[in-house]
């Protein structure tokens, strides 16, 4: 049986109408299993990419669409283990944990995600943008009798990822990944001008009905003796309204 080949120019090209939106289970047993132990591919959809050559939105395809690449892990250092995660403008950083990937069948994990957001700029100072990138990778459950054979798959598997690259569309509303809200010393700046601000609510009695009325520091109002205010204030505004309740 013949499979189709969608990858032109280094990006995915569906014909009108097709789209493909692979569950994470498919993403780690349909594609990147078959990669590392060079079984046939479903279909040739997902194009070879090196990550760390190519800023996110310089990557192949269309930036308003999900992309998805096979990738090879780079090595940071020469003589270490960490992976290099930065590009031309930026880098890669890992948040939130990782989640595992179970077999439907045999119930058993066989595959890792990563989440991963870019950073622009160089660690630490780097700021966040919106770009997102889910990470999937096989782990070690496979026994084998041969031991070559064994070295052999393992360092294919350490080898290849496939890497779902995408902008997230964020509101004020959101709240980051990694715990930071979305705007957050705005928000802060916001709360200071509120809590600069005197508001004083009078309560009065109206036709047997308590009607509150409010105003602050710009208005002008008037309270009786009768009603009850709720004031939020600051320490030396609330000194100088004791003492002049003392009189």
Known sequence: MAKFNFVRDGAMRLPPGFRFQPTDEELVFRYLKCKVFSFPLPASIIPDVNLCKYDPWDLPGE????????????????????????????????TGSDRQISSPR???????????????????????????????????TYPYHNHNLTQN??????????????????????QNDDGDHVGANQGYKNYNAEMGQLKFFDFV???????????GPNCSSSS?????????ASSSESDDLEESSAF
């Not at 009695?205 to 105003?215: A, C, L, P, Y």
């Not at 009786?224 to 709720?230: K, L, Q, V």
């Open 106 to 140: 045999k119930n058993q994990m066989v595959g890792m995600k990563k989440t991963l957001v870019f950073y622009k700029g160089k660690p630490p100072h780097g700021f966040r943008t919106s770009w997102v990138m889910h990470e999937y990778r096989l782990v070690n």
């Open 224 to 232: 009786s003796s009768n009603s009850s205010g709720i004031t939020a």
């Open 63 to 94: 930036l308003e669409q999900e992309r998805y690449f096979f990738s090879s892990k780079e090595a940071k250092y020469r003589n270490g283990n960490r992976i290099n995660r930065a590009t031309v403008s930026g880098y890669w950083k890992a």
């Open 205 to 215: 009695v109206r036709d047997g009905e308590k009607i509150g009325t409010s105003s």
């Open 153 to 174: 798959v393992l360092s294919e598997m350490e080898k290849w990822v496939i890497c779902h690259v995408y902008m997230r569309k964020r509101s004020s509303s959101d």
